[in-house]
């Protein structure tokens, strides 16, 4: 099974502020949509809090919420209590590739455990306020696959950047800083 991590980022780092994304980009929603349709979506309590009520959990999914709270409920989720818990079901599960969708201690998380294999990452040409970062990860550790390049219009206020990564093998995709 392929673990992919899915982000969207801003050039200084951030991914979400009070809660909630810090801009509204409708071509990345599809793009996240359309990429984790189907597969196990991973993500930790305060990130699936954060999903509006009317898209939680997320259709046509699996949703795996990781939680160390025993009596956190979440309908129509499958609760779990770490990330190699969520990990190991998606992989019983005949999962092919499972997606972990945030928020930023989860992102930490898998990059320390070194389990991904795989970076979505869209890069949003803005340097935002915010209180979310996604983790620094060692680049050359990556091998860059593909990117795609979004103009700001009338839609979308930041142009923005979709980037795919596959690790390299045998490479460590810890960053120097998380090491």
Known sequence: MIVSVIAA????GVIGVDGELPWRLPDDMKFFQRTTMGHHVITGRKNYESIP???RPLAGRNNVVVTRD????????TVVHALEEALHLARNAGET???IIGGGQIYAEAFRAGVVDRIYLTVVHAEVDGDVYFPDFQEDAWAHTW????PSDERHAYSFTF????RISGSNPLSRAAS
Not at 70 to 77: R, S
Not at 147 to 150: A, G, M
């Open 53 to 55: 009520d009317r898209f």
């Open 147 to 150: 990117n795609e390049i979004h």
């Open 97 to 99: 590739e499972a997606f």
């Open 70 to 77: 025993h009596a956190y409920a979440a309908p129509g989720a």
């Open 163 to 166: 980037h795919r990564y596959e």
């Open 9 to 12: 980022m801003a050039e200084n």
